[in-house]
């Protein structure tokens, strides 16, 4: 994987933007009618909070596709392999790499947030920055669209207060209930199956209302507990990323499937960007916030 190929992974995994996906929407037939009622929505609530209260920590093999567009306009597919590590409320990494060797990293905790390029064995380059500067229009710069606080919720186990719902309704087209929350930039909007009570969509929408992020979840699967026993804990096998704006006219996407996702033990060293910095033997540090915005 090149050094522009691991660009494009930065632009593009970051759970940065996407298409406006198909949600499952119900072309022909009778649509069905709205099941919405207080007691539903407290039910879905609950059983959610149910299922994601017990999830302190996430540890997965990853497969990533992607399929973007470039700077002069032009398609292209890349393919990594990887690992995802969470846990809760605020701490995220991401490796991407082939053939057992890692070009692309990235992370956050609750003070920072960071990017490293290792693409090139004689410049390995680490981005880092304050989570309290990070603005919209610094996040966008550099390919990162949603907050990184708000990741883990892209992901489909973040707990919902029921005191902070903002909103909620039906939407016909998909059949689905859609609960909206307060986000570091706007509004998260979980869209459930009535059904199962699973969110098959995680959107991000910006302080307008405009569309930052979609982050739509499939072939849930059983979490392993910490000493590899099943938990009878459910979580997305398939989180399908998708581009906004000119990314959605060119069927732009980041695929991202989990393996053996577990509650395995997690090193604290890739939370710690000054750890990983000497891991990784960085030759280069750009403090993002010393540069314009």
């Known amino acids: 994987m090149s050094g522009c190929a691991i660009n494009r992974v930065i632009a593009a995994v970051l759970l940065v933007a996407m298409t406006a996906a198909v949600v499952g929407c119900r072309s022909g037939g009778t ?57 809760r409320p605020d701490q995220v990494s991401l490796t991407i790499g082939k053939l057992g060797e890692t ?88 869209w459930f199956d009535p059904d199962r009570g699973l969110p098959g969509l995680v959107r991000s929408l910006d302080e307008q209302g405009e569309l930052i992020a979609d982050s739509e979840l499939s072939r849930y699967k059983g979490l392993l507990g910490d000493q590899r026993r099943a938990s009878g804990v459910l979580v997305p096998g398939k989180v399908e990323i998708s581009r906004g704006g000119a ?10 499937e989990l393996s053996e996702p577990s509650q395995r033990a997690i090193k604290g060293m890739v939370y710690n960007p000054d750890r990983l910095v000497r891991a990784y033997r960085i030759h280069e540090i750009v403090d993002l916030d010393a540069t314009d915005p």
């Open 31 to 87: 649509k069905r009618p709205s099941p919405m009622s207080d007691e539903l929505i407290t039910q879905i609530i609950e059983s959610h909070n149910e299922r994601v209260g017990s999830i302190d920590r996430l540890w997965a093999r990853v497969s990533v596709r992607i399929k973007g567009t470039d700077a002069r306009g032009g398609g292209f597919e890349e393919q990594g392999e990887g690992h995802l590590q969470v846990t």
């Open 103 to 190: 070009y692309f990293a990235y992370g956050s905790n609750n003070d920072r947030y960071w990017m490293f390029d290792l693409s090139d064995s004689d410049r390995r380059i680490a981005l880092v920055g304050a989570i309290e500067n990070l603005t919209p229009n610094r996040a966008d710069e550099i390919g990162l669209s949603v907050h990184p606080g708000d990741l883990i919720s892209s992901l489909g186990i973040e707990p919902i207060d029921p005191e902070r719902i903002v909103a909620t309704r039906w939407d016909e087209e998909s059949a689905r209930i859609v609960i909206s929350v307060p986000s570091r930039w706007g509004v998260t909007e979980y």
């Open 247 to 256: 990314g959605a006219k060119n069927g732009d996407f980041v695929r991202i």
